[in-house]
């Protein structure tokens, strides 16, 4: 069975930065597309990251594009979502995902809240 978990969200002020981690168990992250999704009060769920099994292409919304940054560690089995320039407009809860098309995620991870605010 598959089982995402999410942590490093937290309270950061604007212009800051924050790293999230999501420990995967159950399948190997070379074997499937691993992925940020967020979801902010009000709104639907997002895409937000991917990156491929071999992690040679990644994606990233125009959103984040160019602040964000994705990244993996197969000794760890973990998928690592780097957030820099923090707007208030990135406060959402924070989804790890995984599946074979990361627009349609077959697994979910429990979430983990990020407000930005000052």
């Known amino acids: 069975q598959v089982h995402l978990v999410e942590s490093g969200g937290g309270l950061e002020q604007p212009g800051g930065s924050l790293r999230l981690s999501c420990a995967v168990s159950?399948?190997?992250?070379?074997?499937?597309?691993m992925g940020w999704f967020r979801q902010a009060p009000g709104k639907e769920r997002e895409f937000v990251s991917s990156?491929?099994?071999?992690?040679?292409?990644?994606y990233y919304s125009d959103a984040v594009k160019g602040r964000f940054f994705i990244s993996k560690d197969t000794a760890r089995n973990a998928v690592y979502l780097q957030m820099e320039a923090l707007k208030p407009e990135d406060t959402a809860t924070y989804y790890c995902v995984a599946g074979r098309i990361i627009l349609d995620p077959d697994y979910w991870g429990q979430g983990t809240q990020v407000t930005v605010s000052s």
């Open positions: 159950g399948i190997p992250i070379t074997k499937i597309i």
């Open positions: 990156i491929m099994e071999n992690g040679g292409s990644r």
